[in-house]
């Protein structure tokens, strides 16, 4: 009888601490949704707003001004979104097929130089991007790339790569080359072997890789700005131009903008991560 | 398709300076299994990948038949291999793992259904072919990889210790699955452990490789009752010893004495000696051939005390049916000696622990190599 109640209380207790951890996890986790989602909630807020000064809380009149604004052509915005995303597709591309071969040889060959190369990898990772681009800028210069979209890719790829490369590497760390071994024995030729086997192997840390890239070239801007000059327009760069002339509903509606194709990378690769994931059980 | 004979011709590989394999000459004839056996990093799963096409060989020849396939890419070389590792595509179910090799080849969807149900078949694994690598259990997965190598009807056949991995009762029914395939498809096999007791399971032949150097090819009972070297004879579990020739002497009923450690004694040249006082050799003594004898009266005649060693009883396991002696010998070493109940017809038929006993050695179990 005692013992049972004794029991009783036990787990009751033991229940109490688990819901206290439990809010303590929730409580965390909403503190950081708040921290997330209260600016944006704010950026919707000031995208529609027409008159909205210091003391007020909210603002007083709304309009779609800004949207109209960001949607039309003499914005620029439009213009700027497809450049963008043109920018960051071709930089994307062009960092996982420099990374893949890369990563593979970095993760699982061994050869002379191989701790220095990995630290001539970190570099741009490392550098202050500012001084960088600035000794870039001037290379660029002699060799005509300046006020060129293909300057500009060049430039974006200089973080890309690094990010790509490294991130792939981890992926590729736990890569058994006895199957692609195998694949060989079975009548697969090099291509084969790389389509079928490797490949597939490495997809997860692929899309990853992929993911980074496309948001490192999304949201450069001093580089974009320094090698482009002003010819090569994308998205942060009159986003930064609608900041400074003061124009905070139509900065906020592109800042949403600028924004969403973020979520939908993080969404699209979170997916793939689950779907890749569940295949493989 | 016709078995073709596997030759391996004067064989050597290196990695950087270390000489890895060193003219390694085998054949295995046309649907014959061989089992290449020695201990890990002999050098067995390197001439293996040779034969494969996945290393190319420092020097020598790899013929298939008439042909020389030494430089045909691992491709193009048609042949089958099992690795210890299941080494399945993970992302891919039975059905496509198996029929990789056929989708390389180009071969038809029909054909291909119909062969990968025929190669599910021989490895008992009916009706799996939508099922992941992942859902398998590893004696499972080994099946399947069986399948795919055979599924491509290769040319060779050459299985790496596929079944170390497994658990002891797993592995004696793989043993016998892959003894059966083997012999319906009259495949040229290469099978490679370090397992003497699965070669010589599996296998009429055993290529005993150490260090880089095929050391002796023959039948299992062979090389287990004559090793051509002190090495094989280590390996298959004979005592091998230092010792020197007594006196140049004359070869009479094989007997040479020998002194060592043991002490004097007497047994047959299994290699040419030169044959004159103090010559260094090795003497290998076989455990199987040993018999325990209680220890004798002192009064006996040197002929009848040859190679009468004494001993203690170091440790007894008894099985019932057989028992298992170890003894110390004078020099510490130890010896494993296996009795069957009915095999020893001495006045006593057990012995204890720590008992002061003799061994008793015939000239035939004790081998004498030159140094």
């Given at each position: 009888?005692t ?10 207790t ?38 909205w ?32 995303l ?26 002379k ?65 006895d ?93 793939f991560?689950?779907?890749d ?5 | ?100 090799g ?23 694994l ?20 069986l ?13 790496d ?34 397992d ?12 005993f ?24 004879a ?45 010559e ?21 005649t ?42 020893h017809?001495?006045?006593?038929t057990?012995?204890?622990?720590d ?17």
């Amino acid at each position: 009888m005692t013992t049972t109640t004794t029991n009783q209380r036990a787990q009751r207790t033991t229940t109490r601490r688990f819901d206290i951890a439990n809010t303590g996890t929730i409580f965390t986790l909403a503190a950081l949704a708040c921290i997330t989602v209260i600016p944006i909630v704010f950026l919707v807020v000031a995208s529609f707003a027409r008159h909205w000064y210091f003391p007020a809380l909210a603002p007083r009149e709304f309009s779609t001004r800004a949207w109209e604004y960001v949607a039309s052509s003499s914005s620029g915005a439009t213009t700027a979104l497809w450049m963008s995303l043109a920018i960051a597709f071709i930089v994307t591309i062009l960092s996982v097929l420099i990374a893949l071969p890369a990563a593979r040889a970095l993760a699982l060959c061994e050869f002379k130089g191989k701790r220095i190369l990995v630290f001539l990898l970190m570099l741009p990772v490392i550098a202050p991007p500012l001084a960088a681009t600035m000794g870039v800028h001037h290379l660029f210069l002699r060799l005509d790339l300046t006020d060129s979209l293909a300057g500009v890719v060049l430039v974006h790829l200089i973080p890309c790569v690094p990010y790509a490369t490294l991130m792939l590497a981890s992926s590729f760390a736990n890569f058994d080359t006895d199957i692609e071994a195998q694949a060989r024995t079975l009548g697969a030729n090099a291509f084969d072997v790389w389509r079928y086997v490797t490949l597939p192997a490495a997809a997860p840390g692929l899309a990853v890789a992929a993911a980074f890239a496309f948001l490192i070239s999304w949201s450069q801007y001093l580089t974009t700005l320094f090698i482009g000059g002003n010819q090569v327009v994308t998205l942060p760069l009159i986003l930064i131009g609608f900041q400074r002339a003061g124009d905070e509903a139509t900065t906020s509606a592109l800042s949403l903008v600028f924004l969403l194709p973020t979520l939908l990378v993080f969404i699209v690769v979170a997916r793939f991560i689950k779907r890749d994931a569940s295949k493989s059980i | 398709m016709t078995a073709l004979t596997l030759r391996l011709q004067n064989i050597a590989a290196a990695y950087g300076a270390q000489l890895v394999l060193e003219d390694v000459t085998l054949d295995v004839r046309a649907g014959e299994l061989v089992a290449l056996l020695g201990r890990s990093g002999c050098g067995k799963t390197t001439l293996l990948k040779i034969v494969a096409g996945l290393l190319p060989p420092t020097r020598g020849e790899v013929f298939f038949g008439q042909e020389n396939f030494t430089h045909v890419p691992a491709a193009r070389r048609g042949v089958g291999v099992v690795f210890q590792k299941p080494l399945l595509f993970p992302y891919l179910n039975v059905f496509d793992n198996i029929a990789f090799g056929l989708k390389m080849r180009g071969i038809a969807k029909s054909e291909t259904r119909m062969r990968v149900a025929e190669a599910l078949h021989a490895v008992q694994l009916e009706g799996y072919e939508s099922r992941r690598a992942a859902e398998l259990s590893g004696g499972q997965e080994q099946r399947i990889a069986l399948a795919r190598a055979l599924v491509t009807r290769p040319r060779v056949l050459l299985l790496d210790e596929p079944f170390s991995a497994l658990d002891a009762s797993l592995r004696i029914e793989m043993r016998s699955l892959v003894s059966r395939l083997q012999r319906e498809l009259h495949i040229t096999t290469l099978f490679v452990t370090h397992d003497q007791h699965e070669a010589a399971t599996l296998a009429a032949r055993i290529a005993f490789l150490d260090d880089g150097r095929l050391l002796q090819t023959g039948a299992p009972r062979d090389l287990y009752l004559t090793p051509a070297t002190p090495a094989v004879a280590h390996f298959f579990g004979w005592l091998v010893i230092e010792g020197k020739l007594c006196a140049t002497q004359s070869v009479t009923d094989n007997g040479i004495r020998c002194d060592t450690a043991l002490g004097r004694l007497t047994g047959t040249p299994r290699s040419p000696l030169a044959n004159h006082k103090d010559e260094s050799v090795w003497l290998a003594i076989h455990p199987a051939q040993v018999r325990i004898v209680t220890a004798p009266e002192r009064s006996l005649t040197d002929d009848a005390t040859e190679n009468l060693l004494p001993a203690t009883i170091e440790a007894v396991v008894d099985f019932g049916a057989r028992v298992t002696y170890t003894v110390r010998l004078r020099s510490n070493d130890l010896l494993t000696i296996d009795l069957s109940r009915d095999a020893h017809h001495e006045a006593r038929t057990t012995f204890d622990m720590d008992e002061n006993i003799c061994v008793s050695l015939p000239r035939e179990a004790v081998l004498i190599f030159h140094k």
